[in-house]
């Protein structure tokens, strides 16, 4: 490890190896060009040590988010506003855009090049963005919980809702009422992750054919259902089938019928014995 007292071959080799040796070197090595730009090289993030006059610089800040895109962080204020730099940053990282100035969090294009890499980068994005329907639309596909942070006519949208939970399926969560009773997205939604269940109407938490599938996939999810589903022979068995402790989320009757209808059959298995 370099120190204070090391020279500048010796803080070369160290960088070229680990970026973060710059932390280590003198000031004066700190304040060379040449040994800051072979550490960013190395370790974007290095630029956290360089001093204030390499983080305004533009070469260097371009080479350290090329490296990593999270250096973005440690560039000027000056430089987060340079379009060239933050788009480049958020290509590889999305979630760099909250480094971002505010007006490059409201263009359009570097918006949707930060959702392509990262969709809740969409969190981001000027109050504008978020009722633009492409802008959106682009972000649930990418991850569907961005439909959280989505104006609130889009919730009661059924194409992006249903984008949303084909990608998230507990992104029902953040759809309007009136969609959480809409059978076709409830489904989508279920297919995707049976926990979507739980965030049904009461209605559709009642339909058999909904909470079969969610059953289906994780015997957990007759929690979810109605209480009339829950004395369903057909889905309490079909959640049996995932694991036999499901019997224990059936109604008190289908449980007692079930107790019975064993002790009948053991009772008749005994007698055929004798």
Known sequence: MIDKNSTKDEVLEAVKQDGYE????????QRDREVVMEAVKKDGLALEYALKEFRDDEEVVMVAVKQDGYALEFASEELQGD???????VKKIGWVLQFARKKLQGDRELVLAA???????FYFASEELKQDREVVTAAVKR???????????FRDDEEVVKAAVKQKGRALEYASEELKGNKEIVMEA??????ALQHASEELKGDKEIVMEAVKKNRY???????YLKGDKEVVMEAIKQDYRAVNLASEKLKQDMLIFLIQ???KEIENDK
Do not use: C, D, P
């Open 83 to 89: 379009r060239e730099i933050v788009m480049e940053a």
């Open 190 to 195: 279920v297919k995707q992750n049976w926990l």
């Open 22 to 29: 710059l932390a280590y070197a003198s000031e004066e090595l």
């Open 221 to 227: 999810a007759l929690t979810f259902a109605s209480e």
């Open 265 to 267: 059959s053991m009772e």
């Open 115 to 121: 959702i392509k890499n990262y969709g809740l980068a």
């Open 143 to 153: 991850n569907g919980h961005a439909l959280k942070y989505a104006a609130e006519e």
